[in-house]
């Protein structure tokens, strides 16, 4: 008798990657080029990693007094505490307060797991979420699969080519209450204070909790405290809020998956409980996160001198970004491009927008085809997708 399986109606799923990277992959173009690639590449075209880090792998690895034991269900201690004046600063009144604490999570992903698990449980009020940033993020599909009705919007404005600063407050304004915002690309939306104080002020009337996102802290405009300046604004107005810190890109460890979910309470209790609801979560989920990462940020962070060679490395890879930018912007103009592309270089952050409008019949992605001239500029671009830059 012919055994039945139970896989026989499982179908194959449907890839997330989009039209853009299939269009490169096909052609057969020896001048072809991706800029849509989620990491720093160098010139070689590897990964950038910095400096720094290599330095700390080798000490790590040959290291004889290390404890190779499973970490605890809420991470590395050491990690967290540094992580958080990374992100707040030392000086912070919520760490200060004993109000601020963390869990170390596997990636931003493991970060906002256990952010959407602990809301559907315990925000029993909120549906909601509203997504907002420079591009579609994978969050959402966390949301929706614990059931929440979910909402994205982008900053970029393809039809003026910029950031839309009302945006953000025009998604607040029109909200439900109760609702969870989660605002990513905060160091490149580019609100004044007035608008932030609006953002605050309709947020608390409304109830409507903040999950922010930090996936490069330092990779926006080259200075670590600025790319998150407006969280200590939150704090100061008495925000609850959880947040996304992931240190992998900033540190060049795209492989090591480093993340911290970070809760800021309105006291001391109230977060040992929340700290104690998630950590069951992280139980279920991976027991314990890996730890070499963690030991390598760790190490950097608590070492001024290395910390300052890392904060260096930073801002010469943002010093890069923009000159590519500003490569990008010149090319266009020789090659007698219409229309004005200062949008290029007045963007921030490892990303950015080209507008390029040449699109395939029916799709939002921008193809152009490499043309015979040698120094055609040959991009794949796609005007709903974030575009990343190599670092040289």
């Known amino acids: 008798m012919p055994t039945l399986s139970v896989f026989t109606d499982v179908p194959l799923a449907r890839k997330l990657e989009g039209s853009l990277l299939k269009s490169y992959k096909q052609d057969e173009d020896p001048k072809k080029m991706f800029l849509a690639y989620r990491v720093c590449m160098t010139d070689e075209g590897h990964p950038w990693i910095s400096p720094v880090v290599n330095k700390l792998r080798l000490q790590i690895a040959q290291d004889p007094s290390l404890n190779y034991e499973y970490m605890p269900a809420m991470g590395m201690k050491s990690f967290i505490h540094a992580s958080l004046e990374l992100l707040l600063g030392k000086h912070s009144e919520a760490i200060v307060e004993n109000r601020a604490g963390g869990l170390h999570t596997v990636g931003s992903t493991g970060a906002f797991q256990l952010g959407a698990r602990f809301l559907r ?131 060049g460890i795209y492989d090591e998956g480093v993340g911290i979910l970070v809760v800021v309470a309105l006291n001391n209790q109230h977060l040992l409980c929340v700290l104690s609801q998630l950590k069951n979560y992280t139980q279920a989920l991976w027991l314990t996160p890996p730890t070499t990462g963690a030991r390598i940020v760790t190490s950097i962070l608590s070492n001024p001198a290395l910390h300052a060679e890392w904060k260096y490395s930073l801002k010469e890879v943002v010093e890069n970004i923009m000159l590519i930018k500003e490569k990008v912007k010149e090319k266009l103009r020789l090659l007698g491009t219409p229309g004005n592309w200062n949008h290029i270089t007045a963007q921030t952050g490892t990303h950015s927008y080209l507008g390029l409008n040449c699109g395939i019949s029916g799709q939002e992605e921008a193809y152009l085809h490499p043309q015979e001239q040698s120094d055609q500029l040959y991009l794949y671009q796609c005007q709903q997708h974030r575009l990343y830059h190599p670092e040289h």
């Open 121 to 251: 449980t315990w925000y029993r009020d909120a549906r909601t979420i509203y997504i907002t940033s420079l591009q579609k993020e994978l969050h959402g599909f966390i949301f929706q699969d614990m059931g929440f009705m979910v909402y994205e919007y982008s900053f970029w404005d393809p039809k003026k080519l910029c950031i839309d600063h009302s945006m953000l407050l025009n998604v607040v304004e029109q909200a439900s209450p109760s609702s969870v915002l989660v605002i990513g690309s905060i160091g490149e939306c580019n609100l004044t204070q007035s608008q932030w104080a609006k953002l605050m002020s309709t947020m608390k009337s409304k109830q409507i909790f903040p999950f922010f996102d930090i996936p490069n802290q330092g990779l926006s405009t080259g200075d670590l405290d600025e790319d998150t300046r407006i969280l200590q604004s939150f704090v100061s107005q008495g925000f609850e809020f959880f947040c996304s810190q992931s240190l992998s890109k900033n540190f």
